[in-house]
């Protein structure tokens, strides 16, 4: 189904219109363990809710419901008890193979579709390891997250050995004549991106090239890999080969990423349409240095995860 800019995305599944008990809340008791799948333009998510409770998931649990057809994975947003006052809670975000990533869009605008159902609120704050979040909501189809600022510094990216200017670093796949895809922006937005530019993204074999520059020397901390075409001042078409989670529909990091690298060279304007797989995102990379990321999200289905090993939390 076509998608418009700024309604939500269909993706074939059942979209359950509520929650039969509140994900945005408290554990009821420590065995039952609440989940809401959905989606952000078919970025596939998984939210959970262990505030008030002492537990957090490994690595090992996190991968083995992103194996489970009911539960599968990009990203699972597993909320936790607010550091500090004035936070709604502390978000650890899971990829499909159980490690952390610093930041997904999607899936932070996905929380707040839970939030305002649960609380009727539009404004909320989180945090994750990649800095504050704060979301706005003014509908399922319009959901603003503030991304925080870029970091451009090789070292905060970041890189293994110095760039001083990240714009475009010295990095290509294929014959040093005819590269295939080469001289990459990179930036952090949260999280270390990569961004090629590309006359036709669709061209590219990005399961093949991704896994290899994800887990590329440059990077220590592995990186999300897009490729990229401008088509305007305006608009943007982006694929990504997502750190720890592979190809994706919808990476909303990855847009940010592209929108600032893009705007940073002069290709395009601050605000924009990045238009990825699953449907269109709205960047502004606003004066104040912060990236401003607007789109739908979705739920499909809620349950309860059983049987599933909980860790200590430190």
Not at 198 to 210: E, F, N, T, Y
Request: proline share 8%; aromatic share 6%.
């Amino acid at each position: 189904m076509e998608s418009r800019p700024g309604s939500p995305v269909r993706t074939g599944k059942q979209i359950v219109p509520e929650l039969q008990f509140p994900i945005y809340g408290r554990m009821s008791a420590p065995s039952a363990i609440r989940y809401a799948k959905m989606n952000g333009l078919g970025n596939e998510i998984v939210v959970v809710d262990l505030r008030g409770s002492p537990k957090k998931f490994t690595a090992e649990a996190a991968a083995a419901i992103a194996a489970r057809p009911d539960t599968h994975f990009d990203q699972m947003m597993v909320l936790h008890d607010p550091p500090s006052p004035g936070l709604d809670a502390r978000i650890l975000i899971y990829n499909t193979d159980g490690s952390l990533a610093q930041a997904c869009g999607n899936g932070t605008r996905c929380v707040g579709l839970l939030a305002n159902r649960d609380t009727g609120r539009s404004a909320f704050k989180y945090v994750s390891d990649g800095g504050l979040l704060d979301v706005t909501f003014a509908s399922a189809a319009s959901i603003a997250v503030d991304m925080g600022e870029p970091r451009f510094g090789w070292q905060d990216i970041p890189l293994s050995e110095p760039f001083h200017d990240t714009r475009r670093i010295e990095l290509q796949v294929g014959p040093a004549n005819n590269p295939i895809i080469h001289s990459p922006a990179v930036v952090n937005v949260g999280n270390p991106h990569a961004v090629f530019w590309v006359d036709d993204p669709a061209a590219i074999d990005l399961a093949r090239i991704g896994p290899m520059l994800e887990n590329h020397p440059l990077f220590p901390e592995r990186a999300n890999i897009s490729i990229a075409r401008v088509d305007s001042r305006d608009a943007i078409t982006l694929r990504t080969w997502e750190r720890g989670a592979g190809l994706t529909r919808a990476c909303g990091s990855a847009a940010c990423a592209a929108a600032v690298s893009a705007a940073r060279i002069g290709l395009t304007d601050r605000k924009l349409t990045v238009t990825l797989p699953g449907g269109p995102l709205v960047i502004e990379w606003r004066a104040d240095n912060h990236i401003i990321m607007t789109g739908p999200a979705e739920l499909e289905h809620e349950g309860t995860l059983d049987q599933i090993p909980l860790a200590a939390a430190s």
